[in-house]
Each structure stands twice: as C-alpha cells, then as structure tokens.
C-alpha cells in the first residue's frame, strides 16, 4: 500500500512538475535580447523615442517611423488600412507588420530580409514608397540640428552621428516596445480567475485541436519562423513572392514571418495583405485549412482543416482577446531637438 502511494505521488509530482514547466513557456523572459555593442540604457532609449516621432526623417517632412506603427493603433498604421501608405500616399506592397516584442524576433520584416533591429531600422527611412529619405541627406540634416549633436554625443560619446548611431539610437527605442501585462499573463502566474471558462476552452484548443501552436507558441505566441497559410492560388508574384524575394529557395515560396500575437486586437487588418478584418475570419482561415485549400504551391504542412466548429472558432477568437494588455506607458514628444 505504502508503495503504491509512492507511484502514484510521483506521478502527481511529475505531472505537476511538466504543467508548471508548460506554463513557463508562456511567461516573458527576464531581460529584454540586446547586443553587446548597443546596450540599453535611458539616454539612448530617449533619444530614439524623438527621432521615432520626428517627422523629419522623412523627405516630405509630413510622416515619422510612427505613421506607420503607432502606439495608439496597436503599433501598426495610425490610420487602419490593409497595404502601408507611405510617401506623398504612395501605397506599398504589404501591410505594416507590429513592430510590438521586435526585441524577442530573430528576423525583421514580413520577409525576414533584415537579422537585427539595428539593420531593419534605416530601410523605411530610405525607401521610396515610405519614408523617401536619402541616408546621404538625412545624416547631414541632422547634424546641422544642434540638439541632435549634443543627444548622440551623450548617448554615443566619441561616436558620432551618422547612420550607425542613427541604427542604434532607433533600435534601441524599439526594443523597449513590448507587450504589457494582459489577462492571459495573469492566468499564467496563478490567477486562474483572470480569464473565462470560455477563454480557457480556447486556450485549449489552441494547444490541442487548432494546432495553433504549431506556428505561434511561447511567450511572443510566434515561432520566428516563415510560411505559406494558404492565402494565394495560382502563381505569387512580386512582393507575395515573400522570403523568395530574399533569396529564390524552393522552401520559401510564398513564406511570411509567423507574427506575434500579443495585442492582436488592436492591430486590424491581418495577414501580410491586410485582407482580413475580423480574427474569426483570420482564425478560421489559419485553423481550417487557409483561403485556397488546393492547388498552392509551398502551403505550410501546418495549415490543414482541423474541422473546428462556429462554437470552437468562437472560443479561440475569447482566448485570443485576453493577449490583449493595456497600452505601454508611453509619453509621446511633441517638442524635437532644435
């Protein structure tokens, strides 16, 4: 008898053990990732915030790194729409990813083109559907900005401003834009009231059943991976091309970065397209198999048809608003450097 008691509390124990390890996957990291040659620290991290919102990193001097990930917007568009617009309304090719918990990511951009913040930072401000601002002007402008001087010189003594500091001051703001806490965070910590019996049907299905996942886990509810969800028939072209534009490899036709799903509430329209506006539509698509079930080329063996129910879908969509955190604390400049 005494023995079997023993068994059967290991198995308790062991059972406790691997649902307590399974819920500390969800729970963010103790310090946000940074490179050795740009730490953080409240200088730098200020002086990105201005240049952020400083419209004159733009050639037309009428939109900032913010028109197109903004705070209030779920840092993606200010105004929801499903490509970006950029320079003088030029319209570009993908929806504005969320820049939210870029930190945690290993790639940047919808085709991962860009392995740090550092490098993904100066491409909007060159390009000419977005920001249309020359580095080789850009860098000039700001150091006849005497305020500007005197920030990099704190911030980056004996470094300078050029576009090496100008990568870093930007990173490192970015870095700081992470998720808050939200309900489901809560519930991960112990407080197993924080979302409903609903949400928690939702969460289970998530792991289980949806196989939601497969794609987004852990505590930025992403794999940091790229792939095809079935979005496309037919022959992709252009920017839908996705990570083959990167480099044409027969794995990563038609591939996108597996987004985060914190705060996905608030980030409207979905998908690299923008051509869903409900996440009942976007769940249904990822968990029955994606838009077109036949004939696409490179769809993810992860986008099958689960056969989820109206009920079930319901359920996931409950679950996925409690990744929902209030708005980070977040003091927007209204006065720049002069």
């Not at 005197?150 to 003594?157: E, G, R, S």
């Not at 050029?162 to 992470?178: D, E, H, I, Q």
């Not at 705060?263 to 869903?276: C, E, I, L, N, Q």
Request: hydrophobic share 35%; proline share 5%; glycine share 6%.
């Amino acid at each position: 008898m005494y023995q079997k008691t023993k068994i059967i509390l290991a198995i308790l124990l062991s059972f406790s053990f691997t649902q307590a390890k399974d819920m500390q996957e969800w729970l963010r990291p103790s310090e946000i990732p940074q490179p050795k040659n740009n730490k953080l620290t409240p200088q730098r991290i200020e002086l990105g915030k201005l240049l952020y919102f400083d419209v004159r990193l733009s050639s037309s001097e009428k939109i900032s790194c913010a028109t197109c990930h903004h705070p209030k917007h779920g840092w993606s568009d200010e105004i929801a729409t499903p490509k970006a617009i950029g320079h003088e309304g030029a319209v570009g090719s993908r929806n504005s990813p969320v820049i939210l918990n870029t930190a945690y990511q290993n790639r940047q951009f919808w085709d991962g083109r860009a392995k740090t913040l550092e490098e993904q930072t100066l491409k909007p401000i060159e390009e000419g559907v977005e920001m249309n601002m020359p580095l080789s002007i850009l860098i000039p402008k700001l150091n006849a900005i005497d305020g500007y001087v005197k920030l990099f010189d704190i911030a980056y003594p004996k470094e300078g401003l050029n576009k090496t500091t100008l990568a870093k001051a930007l990173a490192s703001f970015g870095r700081t834009v992470v998720s808050t806490i939200a309900p489901f965070d809560n519930y991960i910590m112990g407080d197993k009231n924080a979302i409903s019996k609903k949400a928690k049907r939702g969460f289970k299905l998530f792991k289980t059943k949806a196989h939601c996942i497969d794609c987004h886990e852990k505590f930025n509810f992403s794999d940091g991976s790229f792939h095809n969800i079935g979005l496309n028939d037919g022959e992709l072209h252009g920017k839908e091309l996705g990570r083959y534009v990167v480099k044409p490899r027969a794995s990563w036709y038609g591939v996108m970065k597996t987004p985060t799903l914190r705060d996905v509430t608030k980030s409207a329209p979905y998908f690299h397209d923008g051509s869903v506006q409900t996440l009942v539509e976007a769940s249904s698509i990822c968990a029955n198999g994606g838009r077109y079930k036949y004939n696409v080329k490179n769809k993810s063996t992860y986008i099958k048809d689960r056969g989820l129910s109206r009920q079930e879908i319901d359920d996931l969509v409950t679950f996925l608003h409690t990744l929902t955190g209030p708005d980070m604390k977040l003091k927007i400049p209204t006065k720049f450097p002069q």
